[in-house]
Structure formats: C-alpha cells, structure tokens
C-alpha cells in the first residue's frame, strides 16, 4: 500500500452502505477490502452516519472518498445542446430537469460528453457543435446533508456521482467498444440499466420501483431488459446489443447470464471481474469518475481560493474589491510617505545637533587652518609676483640686446593688459642708404617677431624723418649722422609680451 | 445609471455600500496625507543630504588638521616687509618706500605722486581665508631718469604690495626719462596687523 492518505469508494443507498477501500498501484487500482452495511436507512442523514462510521472503523488518517449516490431523489439525465459556456447552459439545464423530474429547487451539476456534430464540415464549428450532457441533480436538502456529514472532519470527499455515470466510467475502463452494448448492474434496488453506441452512453434506464426488502428475481431483471433492449432499438434505428457486461451477486451472475444468452441472443461477460459484489463494483466506477476530466459531481465542495476570489470580484463585490484594494494601496503608500518623512526629519535633527556641536568644537582649529592658509597663500603670491618681475626684467633686457646699431628707441611704453604686457617702440632705423635703413629695422622687426614670448607684433607706422636745415642741426646730430648714415626712418612698432605671468598662475590669486 | 437607480443599487447592496463608501474616504484621506507628506519630503531630503555633507566636510577636516604648539602656531606671522597688501592710511609709507628703491637701483631725479585708477588691466590679487585683498582707487606715477639697467633692477625690487601697470621710457636731449605708474594692493587696517 502506498504511503499516502487511504482512499475509498462508496456506494451510498436505501438499501444499504458499500465501502471499498483500493490502493493505486503502477498497473492501475487493486482492490484491498470491501465492506457492506446491508441495513436500509430510513433517511440520507443516516445513511451518511454509517458511511462515515464504516471510514472511521478503518482508522484511516485524512481518508479519500469517492461516492455514487443511489436513490434519495438522485436523478440522472443526458440531453444534447449545442456548445456553450456554463452560464448559458445552466439556466437552460435547470428548466429542463424541471420539467422533466418535476423538483422546484434541485440542485445540478452537468459534465460535457462527446460532440455530435451533424452539420455539413463547411459549417461544422467545434465550439459550437451538439455535445451530449450527463446531468446530475438532487433535491437541495440531500446535497445540503452531503455537505453536513462531511464539514469539518477530515474525510475529504472527491466527488458524490450518480450510478449512471459510474457505469459510463467503468464502461470506458473496459476499452469504450463501439459494439452496441447493455451494461446490466443488478443493485439491491434494482436493476441499473445502460446502453452505449459507438462508445457513447446514449440510454440509461433507472430500476422501477420495487417493493422494500423485495430484491428483483432474474425474470424480473430479463423483463427490465427486455424492455430496455426494444426502447433502445426504437430510439436508435434499430440497434440492437449484442453484448452485456453484467455485474451481479455472484450466487446468480451464471443463472443470470445463461438467461440473458438465451433469451436475447447476447454474449455476456464480467463488467468488473475484480469487485464481488455489483455494489462494490458501482463504488469503483465512482472511484473511476473522480479521476475522470469533466467528472459529473453534485457534492457541495467548499469554494477554492480561486473561487473564491473570482466570487468577490463579480458585481457589486467587484466595486467594493477594487475601492477597498485602492484604500489599502493608497494607505500602505500614505504610511510609507509619512514615515520617510518623519525618518528623515528625524535625522536631519540629529545631524543638525551633531553639526552645531562639531563646529563649536573644531572654532579654534579652524582659525589656525585659516591662518596657515593664508601665510601659505601670502607667500605663494609673493614668489609669482617675484617671478613676474622677474621675467618683465628680462624680457626688456633682451629686446635691447636684440637692437642692431643701426637702430634706436626713441621711446618704449609697457602696459599691463590681459594678455601679457602690451608693448610699442617707436624709434629710427638709419644707414648710408634707404636699403641699409631698411634692412636695418628689418632685421629689429624679425628678431622681435621670432620670439616665442612675442605675440601680435606690428609695424604699425614706417616714414622718411623729414631733413632738419642744416643750421638747425646740432653737433651731436651732426655727429651721429657721420656716423649711423644720412638716411633715417622713424618707426612704431607694436607687439605683446607674454612672459610666464606668475601672479595668474598663483595659488589662489584672483584676477 | 439614474440616481434612482443608484440609490435603489445601495439599498439593495447596503454593506457593499457603507465598505465601498468607507473605502472611498479612507482612499481620499491617504492621498491627500501621503501627497502632502510626498511634497515636503524632497526639500527635507535636500536639507538632510546638505547636512551629511556638511558633518562629513567636518570629519574630513578633523581627520586632515594637526594641531601645532600654541607657540608655534603664535610665530605663524611673516614680517611686513613680506606683505602683499597695505592700509590705504599708509599709502603715503607705500609711495616713500617706492622712491627709496628706485634711488637706490641708480635712478636719479625721482618724483612720486598719486594719480586716479589707471586703465590698464587689473593685476591679481591674493585671495586669502581671513581677509580681503582689493585693488585700490588710486595708482602711483613715479618719474625718474637714469640708465636702462637701473630700471630693471628697480623692477625687480618692487616691494609686493604693488603691482605694475605701465613703464614709459622717453629718450631727450638730456637723457633716457622714465614714467611708471604702480596700483596699491589694499588691505584692512585691522587685518594688516604688521602695519597696526
């Protein structure tokens, strides 16, 4: 056995309570005990007191179950509906089990079968094809019991089925032969009768009411067929089974089958060969259905969280979710502001405190970092200062070193600009003759323009001296004429020096 | 949906009415609390960030100074020759000192007077911690003769508190003439203790 919870599958009737416990194993489901309560309950109530009493008796923890549901106003239908979605085929449903079984309120629950498309495939559509419906209802008291046996114990009920589709699930188990097959399933309560066509359950006929204590004898049973038999002939042109799977007591399954080949011309086999008692075998087929895809189940199961959340968001509820989900984001998100807020208010008066203090603290330190700053700044400026001059010194130096004798200032004007220092000679340049002159100052303005400290040089005024009358003319011009030439050219140059402008450069120095 | 309508939707649905109602109001108090609280939550969060920094500014500076002996940090004075600033009170000192160095370097016939702002382009000026260095309002012109060596040796002695703007050397009859014009670098009277 395996080591999870036990699971079981019941038969739940008048006549009495059918318990079957089986293990799941690799090959399929083995059967491990069944156990039978033959004694009739007067009521679903107390039908489901020994249901549960025979689970207990087992000991079993946390227990699985299976239910078919037999009597009790249980009814069973198929119909065929074009496809559709469950809100539109419930109200359709509903009205029909109305009609047909006369209960004002009853409970339902339907599971989709095979498609029966008829149409021509040009217009064949899948979804919205014929599809054959198991419906299962009750009335809501017995389902309102189900619900109450099982709350709050620790049975979990996998589904509460009607016997009619357990039959359909056991049928499929044996391999859904397209053969035109009776399932005959002989109860305590009567015979259950099914037919299947092409693999489809297309008739199931209840057992009539039978006198209680009376079981149904075999001819009674071969009636039923019989009756059966020519119904289904009649409302599927013609079929007729030619194969029977019956379960019944095993004291009469020969008797029964022997009557059955005789009578109606069919083979009979086993439904379920492993069951021994034809209401084990129904609990199985339930065992069966609940592991069915579309399982036909009328037991209440309490909403899922799913469920449960797609109920609160449909309708009036669904305005009340999505107001209360806004309140409560917008609240999380108000909290969270304000607490930052408050968080960091908080700090900063903790810092502000910490600062005021540090700065009392470090007062005295600071004016000595200051002082020394401002030395080490002080004596930074004198050095750049010291250089500047320095260079202005010996850049004038050597513009004069650079004068060829041919040529002299007549007057140098320096000016501090932002560029450098602005500068502007005007001067002569004399010689024997105009070429010497020229190429006297020529050979100035070169040397002045090929200094890199040189910016901007230009000759800016170049003329003839006008000639003095020679009685104006004193003897020291007299002089320098015999000796520098009688050609003399007045010049104004104009240039930048940019000597390393020490100051600029100095630390903290500002312009 | 009419009002009718709606009010018949509330009576019908009473409780989903008062939570849905109840929700709304809780929805409009959190907006209007955390919007607010949103709103002054950037400025606070500047005032915190200008904060931290200022305390980290004081750590690093706590962590970077190294207190000296109070002797020591007392000798931290340098002699007032050695100032790049003078008191406007003193600039009468300033002019003498100017015409003492320029005979000194060999120039003879040295004449100092004030003169208005030159138009030449500022010089710079030392930016110090505890006070202010400004140009001042008025220049220097110092006129003088003597030989082009002279000058630059007068040049290069140029006490720091002034800056040079202009030299204009004129060759006459009599000689090479020379004009400079000097701006003051001033100081505080308070902050130029050396000058008291």
């Given amino acids: 056995m395996s080591g999870g919870p036990r699971a079981f599958g019941a038969l739940l009737a008048h006549d009495g309570v059918c318990l079957v416990e089986y293990a799941t194993e690799r090959t399929g489901m083995r059967i491990v005990d069944q156990w039978t309560e033959p004694s009739r309950s007067q009521s679903i109530e107390e039908a489901l007191d020994r249901l549960r009493a025979m689970i207990d008796a087992r000991g079993a923890r946390q227990p699985r179950v299976a239910i078919a549901v037999e009597q009790f106003g249980v009814f069973h239908h198929t119909m065929t509906l074009p496809g559709a979605t469950d809100d539109v085929l419930q109200p359709v449903i509903r009205r029909e089990v109305q009609r047909v079984f006369g209960v004002s309120d009853p409970v339902i629950a339907f599971a989709r079968g095979a498609a029966n498309e008829r149409r021509e495939p040009g217009r064949a559509d899948e979804r919205t094809a014929p599809r054959q419906l198991f419906v299962a209802g009750a009335p809501r008291a017995v389902i309102d019991a189900l619900g109450a046996a099982f709350r709050g114990s620790d049975i979990r009920v996998e589904i509460a089925t009607v016997v009619p589709k357990t039959i359909h699930s056991l049928y499929k188990a044996t391999g859904s032969s397209p053969e035109p097959t009776a399932v005959l399933v002989c109860l305590e309560g009567g015979p259950q009768l099914a037919f299947f066509l092409d693999g489809r359950l297309e008739l199931a006929i209840d057992p009539p009411i039978a006198l209680e204590g009376e079981p149904p004898s075999i001819p009674t049973i071969i009636d039923q067929f019989e009756r059966g038999a020519v119904y289904f002939r009649q409302q599927f042109r013609g079929a007729q089974a030619t194969r029977v799977l019956l379960a019944a007591a095993p004291t009469e399954f020969d008797a029964l089958a022997s009557a059955l080949e005789s009578r109606m011309g069919v083979h009979v086999k086993p439904l379920f060969a492993a069951a021994s008692t034809p209401a084990a075998i129904v609990a199985m087929g339930a065992v069966l259905e609940a592991r069915h895809g579309s399982a036909l189940d009328l037991f209440p199961h309490p909403p899922t969280l799913g469920q449960r959340m797609s109920q609160a968001l449909r309708g009036p509820n669904a305005v009340v979710g999505a107001t209360a989900a806004a309140a409560a984001i917008a609240a999380i998100w108000a909290v969270l502001q304000v607490a930052s807020l408050a968080s960091t208010r908080n700090d900063s008066a903790k810092v502000e405190t910490g600062v005021r203090q540090a700065i009392a603290q470090v007062g005295p330190s600071k004016s000595v970092a200051q002082r020394r700053a401002d030395v080490s700044r002080q004596l930074e400026f004198l050095r750049a200062t010291t250089r500047e001059h320095a260079a202005l010194a010996a850049e004038l130096s050597s513009l004069a070193g650079a004068l060829p004798a041919a040529v002299r200032f007549d007057s140098i004007a320096v000016t501090r600009s932002k560029a450098g220092w602005a500068a502007t000679i005007v001067g002569e340049a004399a010689g024997e003759t105009t070429a010497q002159a020229v190429r006297a100052l020529d050979q100035f303005y070169g040397a002045v323009r090929s200094r890199s400290d040189v910016a901007s040089p230009n000759l800016d005024q170049f003329d003839y001296a006008a000639a003095k009358p020679q009685s104006d003319t004193t003897a020291a011009e007299k002089q320098a004429i015999a000796a520098r030439g009688p050609i003399t050219l007045q010049f104004k140059m104009s240039f930048t020096l940019t000597p390393a402008r020490g100051n600029a450069a100095a630390a903290g120095a500002q312009p | ?196």
């Fill in chain 2, 1 to 196: 949906m009419t009002l009718a309508e709606l009010r018949a939707a509330m009576t019908r649905h009473r409780r989903q009415g008062f939570v849905t109602v109840l929700s709304l109001v809780v929805l409009a108090i959190a907006v209007t609390m955390g919007a607010g609280a949103k709103r002054q939550l950037a400025p606070a969060k500047i005032t915190n960030s200008r904060l931290h920094q200022s305390m980290n500014e004081i750590d690093a500076f706590r962590a970077a100074f190294k207190a000296a002996a109070p002797v020591e940090d007392a000798r931290l004075v340098l002699p007032d020759s050695l100032d790049v600033s003078v008191p406007h009170d003193l600039r009468m000192s300033m002019a003498g000192q100017l015409a003492t160095r320029a005979e000194r370097a060999g120039l003879s016939n040295v004449r100092v007077r004030f003169a208005p702002a030159d138009s030449a382009a500022p010089p710079p000026r030392p930016d110090f911690l505890g006070r202010t260095v400004t140009v001042g309002d008025y220049t220097i012109a110092l006129d003088c003769e003597g030989g082009f060596a002279a000058l630059l040796s007068f040049v290069n002695h140029v006490p720091a508190a002034t800056a040079l703007q202009r030299i204009i050397a004129s060759r006459s009859a009599k000689g090479v003439s020379y004009h400079l014009v000097f701006t003051v670098l001033e100081g505080d009277a308070s902050a130029d203790g050396q000058h008291g």
